[in-house]
């Protein structure tokens, strides 16, 4: 996994985790790779990957069943999708409003490429 400097490893780490349960990679109430698993496949530290266990159980997205591992909580999907929402409404879109407003861009002028851009990358 490629690291970007702009955010800590550890969220970088929770959004891969997120990204591979919202893709149906890794389904809910699925065993997900141990920490030391996760630690060797993304070259970090174990102590990164707990952290990110950590920030996954406080959001109830990952539950630890004591001596077995962590696994998905059942409703992860639909924890996942709206705290990306209310993250992506309250950093991302005034940014993009912004530059629709400066553009003097409308939204059906958008429709067409956001429709080719889910056809390529989605299907």
Known sequence: MEFKDTQAIY??????ICEQILLTK????ERIP?????????EVNP???????????QQEIIQNKRGIGYFISGDA???????KKDTFI?????S????????????DEL???????????FN
Request: charged share 30%; proline share 5%; with cysteine.
């Open 96 to 107: 993009f409003f912004r530059s629709m407003y400066l553009l003097d861009l409308d939204l």
């Open 111 to 121: 429709k067409p490429h956001f429709e080719k851009f889910k056809k390529s990358n």
């Open 77 to 83: 999907v639909k924890k996942i999708k709206q705290f």
């Open 34 to 42: 141990s920490v030391r698993e996760l630690a060797v496949s993304l």
């Open 11 to 16: 969220i970088q780490i929770a959004d891969y």
């Open 47 to 57: 102590n990164t990957v707990m952290r990110t266990c950590e920030l996954l159980q």
């Open 26 to 29: 890794w389904q809910p109430e």
């Open 90 to 94: 309250r950093n991302e879109l005034p």
